[in-house]
């Protein structure tokens, strides 16, 4: 999928929190010349009809998708996910966007049993991820920043594609919908951004210990090359094996005469 050629060619980014966009996922958007809607649906605003758009890219962010009860604006989101996904419409889901799929799929999201923070080495793909359109071609453990503490149930009928000894459940697929645990887009002045959010400086002290964020940032300085290589390698696939057909089939069938014309 390159430049965009009719108005539902854009995709929906919707943003939980101003420092967690789709960073390197978005430099191969902008590479391509595909718009986006940016949503950033903790200021307020409102999701738009995902009708109008070729697919949805969710982030990540500091709530948790059970916090429906105080954030209702989570609950909207969720019908939205199940609404568009299944219609078919693809979505890339990451940390929070991988939660809020299993949970839009009515899985349990729950708290894990330890979080799960820092650059991690040992995240497996699964024997489905070798006939899978994204994720083929991988034969060997990958390295990502984690930066999570719940985790969820595998949907009925998902695939799951990525595991990890911590967390089995770290990628999977329902139809061409993705969700993604870890986080293979973060540069390094990304992820030192992220301590200035409260919620997101207290819990790498109380997990990693003070002066946490200086190691945390060299580590995600030595593997961003590889992690963001890889993550963008994955989300082309993305674009290219899931969203453009898809794109392709909704114009067929939206300009398809009709009996009588």
Known sequence: MHIAEHPE???????????????????????RGIPIQRVEVDEGEPLPDWRGFAAIIAMGGPMSANDGDHLPW?????????????AG???????????????ALGARVFRGPAPEVGVYHDIEPTAHAAEDPVFRGLTGPLTS?????????????????????????????????YGIQFHLEVPPDLAAQWADVPAYANALNQILGPGALPRLVADVTLTAPVTIAV????????????????????RTTHTAPTIGD
């Open 231 to 250: 993550g963008q390698a994955l989300f082309a696939h993305w674009l290219d094996d899931v969203v453009a057909p898809a794109a392709s089939r909704r």
């Open 89 to 103: 419409m693809p979505y890339w889901g990451v940390c929070l966007g991988a939660q809020l799929l299993a949970s």
């Open 74 to 86: 989570l609950g909207e989101e969720k019908r939205l996910i199940a609404e568009a996904i299944r």
């Open 145 to 177: 920043l984690q930066w999570h503490s719940d985790t969820f149930d595998l949907p009925h009928e998902a695939v799951l594609l990525a595991s990890s000894p911590a967390y089995r459940h770290q990628a999977f697929r329902w139809g061409n919908a």
């Open 9 to 31: 060619d854009r995709i929906l980014v919707i943003q939980h929190i101003a420092c967690e966009p789709p960073a390197a996922y978005e430099d191969v958007l902008i590479g």
